[in-house]
């Protein structure tokens, strides 16, 4: 992975506030601009109903002629705007939250591995139902629930099944 490198607090800001433009029920998943032989500049964002490629293709639009005019990255660069996708660990609260129901594999900085139903999120932590059914959206009745902290989870995925 290439160094991250740090955007001026005042484009970051601009960038906050042209993706609310776009979209105000966007949220960032991540903002970073790393080093590498052009610099790559990943936005990623989501809305708790999921993010158009046509709001991400707009952001994109915009934040290049802002980051053009203001000459913030010196050289060359590569502009990235997208959703985190269902490969992407969970990387935020509000991801959290929009995925509660949904079937989660957590790994814990332990090693151990925990798969269950998302059930509920908080700022702190998240807990997660085990022994379900099979769907993915189940229901929380009649299954074992565990608690953790998220200082404690190295990650969480959504499983995804294709049935």
């Known amino acids: 992975m290439f160094p991250v490198l740090m955007l001026q607090p ?12 776009c979209e105000p029920e966007a949220f960032v998943v991540e903002l970073d601009l790393h080093r590498s032989k052009r610099h790559q500049l990943r936005i990623l964002l989501d809305t708790d109903k999921g993010i158009t490629l046509l709001k991400c293709a707009e952001i994109s639009r915009k934040v290049s002629r802002m980051l053009d005019a203001s000459d913030e990255i010196k050289s060359a660069y590569d502009l990235e705007v997208s959703s985190p996708g269902l490969s992407k660990p969970l990387q935020v609260y509000r991801q959290y939250v929009k995925n509660i129901g949904r079937k989660v594999v ?41 608690e953790f902290l998220f200082s404690d989870i190295k990650e969480t995925k959504i ?3 294709f049935k």
Not at 10 to 21: D, G, M, P, S
């Open 10 to 21: 005042e484009t970051k800001a601009r960038i906050l506030e042209i993706i609310h433009e």
């Open 106 to 146: 957590v790994v814990l900085f332990s090693g151990e591995k925990k798969e269950g139903v998302l059930l509920r999120a908080s700022e702190t932590g998240i807990a997660i139902g085990e022994g379900g059914g099979k769907n993915e959206r189940a229901e929380s009745s009649g299954i074992t629930e565990s």
């Open 159 to 161: 499983l995804v099944s």
